[in-house]
């Protein structure tokens, strides 16, 4: 497995006037509902373990109120837990000076808001700047090498505007440009996309991905939306009420879903576009035939059998060695939206 | 049935010693650190006369050639300028000239000295919530107080004249600038501060980064309530002893002079409004980059 970058351990988050007098209660498994009745504090976040590896998006998803911007609040500290541990590069951040804090906040970790969190009154090569800026750097010199990155993010010629002058889609794109012009290897994302249009977003996810492609960073990624869940995590843990209820990669989550809450995410996906050969193939030798490669989704796999006249193809590796067989059965089977009390569902009950 | 229609108060013996006490002790220590404090002034007094003395002492013609600069370098606007141009004007040819330098001397170094100190104060109030439900209370005493109430031991420490003169404009005015910027820090996007605490800004960067240019405005706001109140205290520094347009209008409402009073609250009137169009016209030009156009 790749290796852990940030893991956080036991995580407990509690808000109120005196949390640590419930912390114990709640560790004990009292509800949220009761915490609030009975003690007036809130339960933000649970018993949240999560190793996040290093080069690859981890997304964490949940709806409104399931804790997941408290939850990626603490990796940098903005937030401080009522219990718990988390370790970034293995130091213990919970343990650090403010001085190391904000040493660690300029060099290793930066962040991108779902409101941009862009300061109104500097231009857009200012607010790229700033991080270079806060470390120290000259604001001439930290402009310069923040150019690049508003390069590649699209907005060459728009250094002298202001961020009220650029639309959603291009003011968080300055938000990225700032986050990446620190060079820090982690990148904490929250729901950065969730405010612009359909298209922008899609557009948006484009430019993550092909960054991603080249920078490999570790990157947090926030979301409410399973579709970008989808399309951008390496693995997806998704939260509710501040628990904690499932990590895997997409075809896991998918195929198998925990319990209600996420099957009701995830029946109404495209799962031909998402499930992947290698998720419901028959593992084993190869068959003559034609051949389909593992990472291949289903409605394209689909169409390359039936386009071959046959109704079973080999699926192979990145190499093109032969790693398992997949019928047009096993692929319409897999691709058909799940019924609601389905086989499946109830083994994993 | 008595003692409720009575108020059982302090019996008149005890509240005149008393009263007597306080004044006792108000006068030991007035002349126990009076001269202290007249000569922690001195420097601010050597100020404010040399300043008095240079706007008398200038040819009028410079005079309103600065003006007429400053007007356009704070609104650019060309009838901001073209106003105060004409006030000045008005205001040499009825014989205010004189007295109108004076208060512009006062009134300059008092905003001076508010934004000197009521800016930093504002800071410290927006700094935590303790410290704003400590100066709020100060702030409020300070602006419905009657002014001749606190002139009485200013008058005390420092006799009368310019100096006393000036903390009794100060007193007045300085709340508003205070008020206005603990409002304008307090009142700073959350999402703003957040991004510079993820970045890993210190206190320093973020108050001056981000925290006071965008409550820049609201600053501005206090700046020009200050001025204007400033300007309302100058007839009742004029019972103490300083020179400007109050007095005339102090000796007009002894003796019952329309006119005189007239022209010289009109005085006032004009420099308020000329202080008042440049100052907001410069804090709107602080807030260009506000006015983007929205793509939506």
Known sequence: ???????????????????????????????????????????????????????????????????????????????????GRIMVNGRDVLAMTREELIEVRRHSISMVFQRFGLHVHKTVAENAAYGLAIQG????????????????????????????????????????????????????????????????????????????????????????????????????????????????????????????????????????????????????????????????????????????????????????????SISLKQIIDAMARPAEESEQEARYR | ?????????????????????????????????????????????????????????????????????????????????????????????FGMWQDTMSTLAIISVATLLCIAVGIPLGILMARSDRMQTAITPVLDIMQTIPAFVYLIPVVMLLGIGKVPGLIAVCIYAIPPIVRLTNLGIRLVEKEALEAADAFGADYRQKLFGVQIPLALPNIFAGVNQTIMMALSMVVIASMIGVAGLGVPVLRSISNQYLALGLMNGLAIVALAIIFDRVSQRFGQRLQRHREGVDHG
């Open chain 1, 1 to 83: 497995m790749a290796e852990t970058k940030i893991s956080i351990e036991k995580l407990y988050k509690i808000f109120g006037p005196r949390p640590q007098s419930v912390l114990a209660a709640v560790q004990q498994g009292m509800s949220k509902q009761e915490l609030l009745e009975e003690h007036d504090h809130v339960l933000g976040l649970k018993d949240i373990n999560i190793e996040v590896s290093a080069r690859e998006i981890s997304v964490i998803m949940g709806l409104s109120g399931s804790g997941k911007s408290t939850l990626i609040r603490h990796i940098n500290r903005l937030i401080e837990p009522t219990s």
């Open chain 1, 137 to 324: 750097m000259p604001i001439g010199e930290a402009k310069q090498q923040s150019r690049k990155w508003l390069d590649r993010v699209g907005l060459s010629g728009f250094e002298n505007h202001y961020p009220s002058q650029l639309s959603g889609g291009m003011q968080q794109r300055v938000g990225l440009a700032r986050a990446l012009a620190t060079d820090a290897d982690i990148l904490l994302m929250d729901e950065p996309f969730s405010a612009l249009d359909p298209l922008i977003r899609t557009d948006m996810q484009q430019v993550l991905l092909g960054l991603q492609e080249e920078l490999h960073k570790t990157i947090v990624f926030i979301t409410h939306d399973l579709d970008e869940a989808l399309r951008l995590g390496d693995s997806i843990a998704i939260l509710r009420d501040g628990a904690l209820i499932q990590q895997g990669n997409p075809q896991d989550i998918i195929l198998h879903p925990a319990d209600d809450y996420i099957f009701d995410f995830v029946k109404d996906i495209n799962r031909g576009r998402v499930i992947e050969a290698r998720s419901v193939m028959t593992p084993g030798e190869g068959i003559d035939g034609p051949s389909v490669a593992h990472n291949l989704v289903l409605d394209e796999a689909l169409q390359a059998v039936s386009a071959a006249g046959t109704d079973r193809a080999k699926v192979v590796d990145g190499e093109g060695k032969a790693i398992g």
């Open chain 2, 1 to 93: 049935m008595e003692s409720l229609i009575e108020f059982p108060s302090m019996d008149r013996q005890n509240l005149r010693d008393l009263k007597k006490a306080i004044d006792g002790g108000f006068r030991d220590f007035s002349r126990e650190f009076g001269e202290m404090l007249e000569n922690f002034f001195e420097p601010l007094l050597r100020f404010l006369v040399l300043f008095e003395k240079l706007l008398i002492a200038a040819p009028w013609p410079v005079i309103i050639l600065v003006i007429a600069g400053l007007a356009w370098l704070g609104s650019r606007s060309r009838t901001v300028v073209a106003g105060s141009v004409l006030s000045f004007l008005a205001i040499g040819y």
